[in-house]
């Protein structure tokens, strides 16, 4: 069964894990020093918050979460459906969670990640930045041939959960 995926990019953590739990009726399900996630279940949504990883603060991106490989085949043939450049990190640690991603972005610039949890981590690990999925579909949509590689992420503005 998928899942909605929400990342908020927050500025004072505990505020927002103090609302967030009233939002949602209960605490988070991961609580680390800069990152807090809420598996709930009505709505059926994933929603993390965190600091210090982002340069604004807001929706960071948007994603679907699978449950095991076959749903992620089925997203990922979305994703090559879509007629967008996807760019494809393949197994990552991110959000203190393992896991296989893939990224994208709408026409208009939001970023939709799409990935399968395998594990967990104990380091909040890292991923590419929203500009960089941007900048792949923009690069694509002015008549390259095709997206860029997926850059190194840079340690100071990881951009990821699950």
Known sequence: M??????????????S??????LFAAPPTVT???????MVEDPRVN???????????????????V??????AEVYARLDAAGRPVLDEGATTCCYARSEKSWIADPQGVVWETFHTTG???????GPSPDAVRAASD??????CCAPAMPAPAPAAVSCCG
């Open 2 to 15: 998928k899942r909605l995926h929400v990342h908020v990019s927050v500025e004072n953590l505990d505020q």
């Open 17 to 22: 894990i103090a609302f967030y739990s009233t």
């Open 32 to 38: 680390k020093p800069d990152y807090a996630k809420w």
């Open 47 to 65: 929603f993390a918050i965190s600091t210090g990883q982002h340069a604004t603060r807001g929706i960071e991106h948007l994603g679907i979460q």
């Open 67 to 72: 449950d095991d490989r076959d749903e992620l």
């Open 120 to 126: 967990d981590s104990t380091d909040y690990g890292s």
């Open 139 to 144: 690069a694509a949509a002015e008549g390259n």
